[in-house]
Nanobody, 115 residues
Framework: QVQLVESGGGLVQPGGSLRLSCAAS????????MGWYRQAPGKQRELVAT???????NYGDSVKGRFTISRDNAKKMVYLQMNGLKPEDTAVYSC?????????WGQGTQVTVSS
């Protein structure tokens, strides 16, 4: 059973930073494309950032220049560094792992940006 466990969420003031972590349990982590998605109350889930097995990254327009995704294949971890947080970044952030025929989600971690 593959597990993705997110951590690092919390309450932060506007302009602040948070670093989310996702710990994965699959045997061959390096072949998976990894991503962070978020869902705010009453809104559809949206792409935040993805990183391929080869290390190529892609970001949602609303977070470009503020968020950075990275991965550590040896530790089976993926990270999301979030800087310049805005109230509209408030959402549940979920980790995703995708490979051919396989798609896994974590439970999510709440990020709240408020003064």
């Amino acid at each position: 059973q593959v597990q993705l466990v997110e951590s690092g969420g919390g309450l932060v003031q506007p302009g602040g930073s948070l670093r989310l972590s996702c710990a994965a349990s699959m045997n061959i982590f390096s072949i998976y494309n990894m991503g962070w998605y978020r869902q705010a109350p009453g809104k559809q889930r949206e792409l935040v950032a993805t990183i391929t097995s080869g290390g190529s990254t892609n970001y949602g327009d609303s977070v470009k220049g503020r968020f950075t995704i990275s991965r550590d294949n040896a530790k089976k971890m993926v990270y999301l560094q979030m800087n310049g947080l805005k109230p509209e970044d408030t959402a549940v952030y979920s980790c995703n792992a995708y490979s051919i025929g396989r798609n896994y989600w974590g439970q999510g971690t709440q990020v709240t940006v408020s003064s």
